[in-house]
């Protein structure tokens, strides 16, 4: 059984405890199922086409979500540490990704793959509620960020993200951050000159 209390599993442990309560036994059942999987700047958790066989809560580094279109990358989002990293489209309907997950970094990942994750959805309880909680909270999130691209200016958009996540606009480059905007990187930056962040 892994030690769920080291720096290592900081992060996984706190998210299960956040959404939800979970008794030291099911704890360590789940934590059975973890295993720990570095990248090196540059290399890939998931390319497009491939099906998604596993989510990775991230320890460490960045990890940039992005699909390619006929004039550029864009990038849809950022994995930093404290984040799920997974093609969760991919992974529920077990077909082919149509986005690249990227390590911007060298990065550390808490992984467990599809079939740790059909067994712990059945038979543990604490699991399935904590699965639950974070996708709703999830789809919160991406929905008001959706909200956000549609109907708000580039400066709204800037402002909402500096107000809701604001440690993408301090953590991640710039030529990203710009991409999730939908904005240039010289637009960006000089947001970033204008509200001083």
Same mark, same amino acid.
């Given at each position: 059984?892994?030690?769920?209390?080291?720096?290592?599993?900081?992060?996984?442990?706190?998210?299960?405890?956040?959404?939800?309560? $979970? =008794?030291?036994?099911?704890?360590?059942?789940? =934590?059975?199922?973890?295993?720990?999987?570095?990248?090196?700047?540059?290399?890939?958790? #998931?390319?497009?086409? *491939?099906?998604?066989?596993?989510?990775? =809560? @991230?320890? +460490?580094? #960045?990890?940039?979500?992005?699909? $390619?279109? =006929?004039?550029?990358?864009?990038?849809?989002?950022?994995? @930093?540490?404290?984040?799920? &990293? %997974?093609? @969760?489209? &991919?992974?529920?309907?077990?077909?082919?990704?149509?986005?690249?997950? *990227?390590? $911007?970094?060298?990065?550390?990942?808490? $992984?467990?793959?599809? *079939?740790?994750?059909?067994?712990?959805?059945?038979?543990?309880?604490?699991?399935?509620?904590?699965?639950?909680?974070?996708?709703?909270?999830?789809?919160?999130?991406?929905?008001?960020?959706?909200?956000?691209?549609?109907?708000?200016?580039?400066?709204?958009?800037?402002?909402?993200?500096?107000?809701?996540?604001?440690?993408?606009?301090?953590?991640?480059?710039?030529?990203? %951050?710009?991409? +999730? #905007?939908?904005? %240039?990187?010289?637009?960006?930056?000089?947001?970033?000159?204008?509200?001083?962040?």
């Amino acid at each position: 059984m892994l030690n769920m209390d080291g720096d290592k599993y900081k992060y996984i442990t706190a998210a299960i405890r956040n959404f939800c309560t $979970v =008794s030291e036994t099911h704890m360590a059942e789940i =934590s059975n199922f973890f295993t720990i999987v570095n990248l090196k700047k540059n290399e890939y958790f #998931l390319k497009e086409g *491939q099906v998604c066989k596993k989510i990775g =809560s @991230l320890n +460490m580094g #960045l990890i940039r979500h992005y699909y $390619v279109t =006929s004039h550029s990358e864009v990038t849809r989002w950022m994995s @930093l540490p404290n984040d799920f &990293s %997974t093609s @969760l489209r &991919s992974f529920i309907l077990k077909t082919p990704s149509i986005e690249n997950l *990227q390590a $911007v970094t060298d990065c550390e990942l808490i $992984v467990f793959d599809r *079939q740790a994750f059909d067994y712990l959805i059945e038979k543990n309880e604490a699991f399935k509620t904590f699965y639950i909680k974070a996708l709703e909270y999830n789809y919160i999130t991406i929905e008001d960020r959706v909200f956000s691209l549609i109907e708000k200016s580039a400066e709204e958009r800037f402002e909402w993200m500096a107000k809701t996540q604001i440690r993408f606009i301090q953590q991640v480059p710039v030529m990203y %951050t710009a991409s +999730m #905007l939908g904005i %240039t990187p010289r637009h960006l930056s000089r947001l970033r000159k204008k509200y001083t962040i």
